[in-house]
């Protein structure tokens, strides 16, 4: 069974950053590459990055491009999201995911 489990979020001010990870087991991991999406409340679950299996490609959403930083580290089986400048619109639940498995998310709150 694919499990994700997410963490790392919290409460940070405008400008602050944080690191996210995403433990995972049940499948191969090095062997698929993995997304990290967010779902704000009240607004549709939004795809915000990608890592290739092997960690090489790298694509971001253009909402969070040059501020968010995806990597992995395939022998913890784990996924990062650094997020750097962060702004009262991240504000949101962040998910890793991989095909149409997430995890239970972590809570990311940006506010003076």
């Known amino acids: 069974e694919v499990q994700l489990v997410e963490s790392g979020g919290g409460l940070v001010q405008p400008g602050g950053s944080l690191r996210l990870s995403c433990t995972a087991s049940g499948f191969i991991f090095s062997s698929n590459a993995m997304n990290w999406v967010r779902q704000a409340p009240g607004k549709e679950l939004e795809w915000i990055s990608n890592i290739s299996s092997d960690g090489y490609w790298k694509n971001y959403a253009d909402s969070v491009k040059g501020r968010f930083t995806i990597s992995r580290d395939n022998a913890r089986n784990t996924l990062y999201l650094q997020l750097n400048s962060l702004k009262t619109e991240d504000t949101a639940m962040y998910y890793c995911?991989?095909?149409?498995?997430r995890g239970q998310g972590t809570q990311v709150t940006v506010s003076s």
């Open positions: 995911q991989k095909a149409s498995v």
